[in-house]
């Protein structure tokens, strides 16, 4: 078993920055890749984008390119997601999930899950 926990979430405006935390706990050693969903009020849990755990390489889905930006510490079992010029449709919970294989672009692809940390953009 895999445990994740998601922190840093909170209000901020538009045009801000925040960095969300994913720290991993228990079997990491079976983890290939890690990932940011978000669930908007009234909407679907969609991919934000992911990160392969060994190598590092990551994956960004269109409507975040150029404003988010996903990193690893394998050292603190740490997943990061930096998020700039946020803006108030980027409102949302924001999950940490792992995976222990394949390519992760659907949310019934991982095995692990964190609790979700809310995050608010105002206007």
């Known amino acids: 078993q895999v445990q994740l926990v998601e922190s840093g979430g909170g209000l901020v405006q538009a045009g801000d920055s925040l960095r969300l935390s994913c720290v991993a706990s228990g079997r990491t050693w079976s983890i290939y890749r890690m990932a940011w969903f978000r669930q908007a009020p009234g909407k679907e849990r969609d991919l934000v984008g992911s990160?392969?755990?060994?190598?590092?390489?990551?994956y960004y889905t269109d409507s975040v390119k150029g404003r988010f930006t996903i990193s690893r510490d394998n050292a603190k079992n740490t997943v990061y997601l930096q998020m700039n010029s946020l803006k108030p449709e980027d409102t949302a919970v924001y999950y940490c999930?792992?995976?222990?294989?394949?390519?992760?672009?659907?949310?019934?692809?991982?095995?692990?899950w964190g609790q979700g940390t809310q995050v608010t953009v105002s206007s």
């Open positions: 990160i392969t755990w060994s190598a590092g390489i990551p």
């Open positions: 999930a792992a995976l222990r294989s394949g390519a992760g672009y659907r949310q019934d692809e991982y095995d692990y």
